[in-house]
């Protein structure tokens, strides 16, 4: 005896292993006691059930309980459902007879993978009602219900989501379960209206009419839908709860019915998925070309101010481009860096997706490939080098002339002032009405002259070099300081023709004027040279200085310092030619000699020389403060380098670490890709909160840029490298996250296992000999062995043209994952998408636009219509589409 269950208590499940396609019920099981209602229900509904497939055998039953207990129908039911042969009934009225053939019915059903507790042959062949309506229950669900599949999901669920799916546009319906839901007739009408809306005026049905709704719903399907009524509707309305399973087997035809467009439904669903995954690439498409366009027009509009070297004539305005090139560094470059590092990820990102989606690779336009995008870069660093170099450049070339002409300026007016009067006073004759001694007087007075005339040929000499060095160095006011020049050195050859001139003339004369004071003379010969020495003195201690460090300006003290120690000597001089001046008074008046007033022989005066003598002690200390202030300068310029090189010596290691770190994270396998990925997000936060240290350092170069401090000592570190090696830091940790993020969506997109993920990393560790995370063709053939291919030169030639497209020579690790997902993983293909349209075309080879509307959602029908070519075959009519030209577009040439 077969020991059954009442299906509805027992999840019966399939000997493949599919869940079952009924939660257990507590209400069937225990007791065996069922509603009146419900039984009721069920026995009108079952027995509709059954005679809908007893009728295709000429036959059927009027009561469920008895016309089965000799197990003669039982048998016949089960072949008409199943379309299998049962074993040979036993034909005898005897009741072993009876058990046999239905022991024979539960054997089959048992053999279908339903296990059957608590019914046995005894119980259908005794009549009794309740192990009867569920032994048809259980074959119900078996051959009406378990293969009933939507969206993953099977038997009831399968079933409640298909009535979800069909009822979700129309009002008042709103399908939970399969009893409280149905009463008041709408979910009946609404599946019909869905699939026949010619049969049903949905409009005209009221919720609160449950009577006329459910029979005009069961009067249509019996008429034009072949289901048998298998209910009445006021035995629905007037029981507070439907029985479940009346409900479930009545709409599992409905099912059955409608099947074909169910087949319809999913075909579209297919299409819609490819059709949308086409549509999002073709947006991160477009998204990649705007982004790429944009930052080439930037590079391509910064570039040629970078390159421009046209020289301001101030410094006023090369400081300001200075300040330009700053802000181009602070403000608009380091977007676009994010942008450049973003435009990249992007781009693989993509890539990746149309992978894994089986799509053809990406090839952005012409000119706009990563490639072109990094040249346009590498381009643009190199001007930006270049034009800060050359700004500097510019600066200490313009610092140098401005000291340079303000020295010319200085030098010239000293000398322009010398040289007042002279031409007039050679020019004079006053030697010819002179006596004797006035002309012995003037002619040692043109011999003083001589004298300071020789002395002023160095100034002249250093103004013209001053003027040619300014034409070197390009001085904007060249032509000025020229013609200054050339006047200069004409009155100069001027001053020296007229002084010979004087010369021979007093000469000439000087036989016959023998009365010379010789104290004069030596008061005139002494005084001379002393007063162009102080004259010199004053002009040094005034003169302007520029110095770079701290060991030019304490040569400058230095020097200072010896020139003040020469102060006692020149004293002693100054007082020996005012001595000299003393004696001529002394002799004049031990004499009685009146004398003219001046010394005949010099214009310079013991007054003179004293004045002269107190503003060299006075510009002394002044020269004293200037020199000091400026050791000061530069004291606190070598504190801006050392401060700078503190920081820098500091971040600059720290910077080359952090790159071999990311370095090693990158090839190692700790824990999950998500852990990994989390591991870097917390170590690019980590980075980004350095930033700090990086604001401020800029901030100090920029210090030392503005205190014009061109050298440091103190570091072998730029802020130029500096800059470079934070943004390649932070474009590199960029890019290990997408990588480990590309490696997760391929894990997930081809149901790679961690322990999967994480054997392929350690393989590729392994015969990674650089530890770079690239390995070349030898290196990759190795691991390939190592997986258990066994390699061709032809198959390892394929492969290779798979994970190196570019012919490099060389794998990454993406590459090799992409690849071993590729070779143990369906994807869909041309062939399942032209299947699908062909099930929407009705088996056609061509496509209508007005079928596409129909079944598929607007924007993706719009979307076929509009890349469809029409159909060029012989049996289309006008307006029909080539799908199957579309749908092998859509994988590219491969799957030609």
Request: aromatic letters at 8%; a negative charge; proline letters at 3%.
């Amino acid at each position: 005896r077969h020991v059954r269950g009442v299906p509805g208590g027992v999840s019966a499940a399939s000997s493949s292993g599919q869940q079952s396609y009924m939660e257990p019920e507590s209400d069937w099981d225990r007791d065996l006691l069922l509603d009146p209602a419900w039984e009721k229900q069920q026995r009108k509904t079952f027995t509709a059930w059954c005679n809908s497939h007893l009728r295709k055998a000429g036959t059927q039953i009027e009561n469920i309980e008895e016309d089965f207990r000799d197990g003669l129908k039982l048998m016949l039911l089960l072949e008409v459902i199943s379309g299998e042969r049962l074993p040979k009934p036993e034909r005898g009225k005897m009741r072993v007879h009876k058990i046999n053939n239905v022991n024979k019915a539960l054997d089959f059903i048992a053999s279908k993978g339903v296990k059957l507790v608590s019914i046995g042959a005894e119980e259908i062949v005794d009549g009794n009602v309740k192990m009867t309506l569920g032994m048809i229950w259980t074959i119900i669900l078996r051959f009406a219900i378990q293969d009933i599949s939507v969206e993953e999901t099977s038997a009831k669920e399968g079933l409640l989501l298909w009535c979800q799916r069909k009822t979700a546009p129309y009002k008042n319906v709103n399908v939970q379960n399969f009893h409280i839901s149905w009463k008041d007739g709408l979910a009946f009408n609404a599946l019909i209206h869905r699939h026949r809306p010619e049969l049903i005026d949905y409009d005209k049905l009221r919720k609160d009419d449950p009577v006329t709704n459910l029979n005009n719903a069961f009067e249509v399907a019996e008429k034009y839908l072949d289901i048998p009524k298998m209910l009445d509707a006021e035995d629905i309305v007037g029981t507070l709860r439907p029985d479940e399973k009346a409900i479930m087997t009545y709409v599992s035809c409905f099912y059955h019915a409608f099947s074909g467009a169910q087949k319809a439904e999913t075909a579209a669903n297919r299409i819609c998925k490819v059709l949308a995954v086409n549509q999002e690439n073709e947006h991160l498409m477009e998204d990649y070309e705007k982004l790429a366009s944009d930052l080439l027009e930037w590079i391509r509009r910064t570039i040629p101010w970078l390159e421009n070297r046209a020289p301001e004539k101030t410094m006023a305005e090369m400081q300001q481009k200075l300040e330009d090139f700053r802000d181009y560094r602070r403000v608009h470059k380091p977007p676009k860096v994010q942008e450049k590092c973003q435009l990249e990820i992007n781009f693989n990102t993509l890539q990746t997706k149309l992978r894994l989606s089986n799509r053809p690779a990406f090839m952005p336009s012409e000119g706009r490939m990563v490639s072109d995008i990094n040249g346009a870069w590498h381009t643009l660093e190199g001007a930006e080098k270049g034009y800060e170099e050359w700004l500097l450049y510019e600066i200490r070339r313009l610092e140098r002339l401005d000291h340079l002409a303000e020295k010319f300026r200085q030098k010239a007016a000293i000398h322009e002032s010398w040289t007042d009067g002279k031409e007039a006073m050679l020019t004079q004759k006053d030697y010819e009405t002179a006596s004797l001694s006035e002309i012995k007087a003037l002619l040692k007075k043109h011999e003083a002259f001589e004298s300071d005339l020789a002395a002023h040929q160095d100034r002249v000499e250093q103004i013209a070099a001053i003027a040619q060095e300014l034409n070197e160095l390009d001085y904007y006011d060249s032509p000025s300081v020229n013609a200054r020049c050339q006047k200069i050195c004409e009155q100069w050859d001027s001053l020296g023709s007229l002084t010979q001139n004087r010369r021979e003339s007093l000469e000439r004369t000087e036989k016959q004027l023998e009365s010379i004071d010789e104290l004069y003379l030596e008061y005139a010969k002494r005084a001379a040279p002393f007063n162009n020495w102080m004259e010199g003195a004053m002009e040094d201690l005034q003169d302007m200085f520029i110095v770079h460090n701290i060991e030019e300006i304490q040569g400058l003290i230095t020097a200072h310092e010896q020139f003040k120690a020469t102060l006692p000597e020149a004293n002693k001089e100054r007082e020996a030619i005012q001595a000299i001046q003393a004696e001529v008074q002394k002799i004049a008046q031990y004499n009685g000699i009146k004398l003219a007033g001046t010394n005949p022989y010099t214009t310079i005066t013991p007054s003179s020389i004293d004045s002269k003598w107190d503003k060299v002690q006075q510009l002394v200390p002044q020269r004293d403060q200037a020199l000091q202030e400026e050791l000061g300068r530069q004291q606190s310029n070598d504190h801006l380098r050392r401060q700078f090189a503190n920081q820098a010596n500091v971040v600059g290691p720290w910077i080359q670490n952090k790159m071999e770190e990311i370095g090693r994270i990158s090839i190692e396998m700790n824990g999950t890709l998500e852990d990994q990925l989390t591991h870097l997000r917390q170590y690019e936060q980590s980075i980004i909160d350095y930033k700090p240290n990086i604001d401020q350092l800029e901030g100090n170069h920029q210090l030392i840029q503005e205190a014009l401090i061109f050298d440091n000592k103190y570091t072998a570190y730029t802020m130029e490298h500096l800059r470079v090696g934070w943004e390649q830091l932070l474009t590199t940790i960029a890019r290990t996250i997408n990588e480990i993020e590309n490696q997760i969506l391929t894990r997930d997109a081809k149901g790679i296992s961690q322990e999967q993920l994480h054997e392929y990393r350690a393989s590729f560790n392994h015969f990674d000999k650089k530890r770079t995370g690239i390995m070349d063709s030898d290196d990759f053939r190795a691991l390939l062995i190592s997986t258990g291919n066994s390699l061709g030169d032809a198959e390892f030639a394929r492969i290779m043209g798979i994970v190196d497209p570019n012919n490099s020579g060389a794998v990454t690790f993406q590459a090799f994952i992409d690849f071993m997902s590729r070779e143990t993983t369906d994807t869909d293909t041309a062939d399942q998408v032209i299947a699908s349209f062909k099930i929407l075309a009705g088996d056609k080879n061509y496509i209508t636009a007005e079928e596409l509307r129909r079944e598929l959602p607007p924007d993706q029908a719009e979307y076929c219509i509009s890349r469809m070519a029409p159909y060029a075959g012989p049996d289309g009519v006008p307006g029909a589409l080539d799908y199957m030209s579309f749908s092998t577009a859509l994988y590219g040439e491969s799957d030609l």
